[in-house]
């Protein structure tokens, strides 16, 4: 199955500040896709990054507050901008594998955001 | 996009073999039915998959009744290190740019 490096694994950030996470794949993929996960909660779906186009956000995601840039099939970027508290949340990336029938939907690690 | 229900939280002892249900009464036609688990500070890890009747690899079952509407997966011989948060996705590949919606997960417990 693909392998995921995710970058920062952490990082605690002002308010007022942005943060851009890293996404890397070891293969080229078709879909990629960012979700954030509160606190002791499930996770929840923030976009598509589509190659080459914009990205494809769900309700109550707007692209201002998380832009996505994914310039090739192995990379994206999700910048969380202008933070609050609120903000305050695991970031995950996740790619549909190549054997999707055999492995499903691949996670990276995360990232955990704090913001001050 | 299915609906998943799962039990909030289980409880189990070292040994025992556990099945977790999911209900997806509305599950389409191409909708895959998807099992992950979750540790702390860690991403979902890709359990089992299947579409219909039984599957069966190296750490889990998967089992699909012929109306699809429900899965059970089935741990057996559970240990401690089986403790973890464990999510139902039901959904297709090419369909809705892929994307699945996780449900709100099954917490199990393994006791010594």
């Known amino acids: 199955s693909a392998v995921i490096s995710q970058k920062p694994s952490r990082d605690i950030c002002q308010r007022g500040t942005s943060l851009t996470i890293q996404c890397q794949v070891d293969?080229?993929?078709?879909?990629m896709f960012w979700y954030r996960q509160q606190p002791g909660q499930s996770l929840t779906l923030i976009a598509t990054?589509?190659?080459?186009?914009?990205?494809?956000?769900e309700s109550g995601f707007v692209i201002d507050k998380f832009p996505i840039s994914r310039p090739n099939l192995t990379f994206s970027t999700l910048t969380v901008s202008n933070m609050s508290p609120e903000d305050s949340s695991i970031y995950l990336c996740s790619v549909a594998d190549r054997m999707w029938e055999d492995y499903g939907y691949t996670f990276g690690s995360g990232t955990r955001l704090t913001v001050v | 996009l299915a609906k998943t229900t799962q039990p909030i939280s289980m409880d189990s002892y070292e040994g025992q073999e556990v099945n977790i249900t999911c209900s997806h009464n509305?599950?389409?036609?191409?909708?895959?039915i998807t099992w992950y688990q979750q540790f702390p500070s860690q991403g979902p890890r890709f359990i089992i998959q299947?579409?219909?009747t039984k599957v069966t690899n190296e750490v889990a079952s998967l089992f699909i009744p012929a109306d699809r509407k429900s899965s059970t997966l089935s741990l057996p011989r559970v240990s401690l290190s089986d403790t973890a948060v464990y999510y139902c996705l039901v959904g297709a590949y090419n369909t809705n740019a892929g994307k699945s919606t996780f449900g709100d997960g099954t917490t199990l417990t393994v006791k010594p």
């Open positions: 293969s080229q993929v078709t879909m």
């Open positions: 299947g579409y219909k």
């Open positions: 509305n599950i389409a036609t191409n909708d895959y």
């Open positions: 990054a589509n190659q080459g186009s914009e990205a494809t956000y």
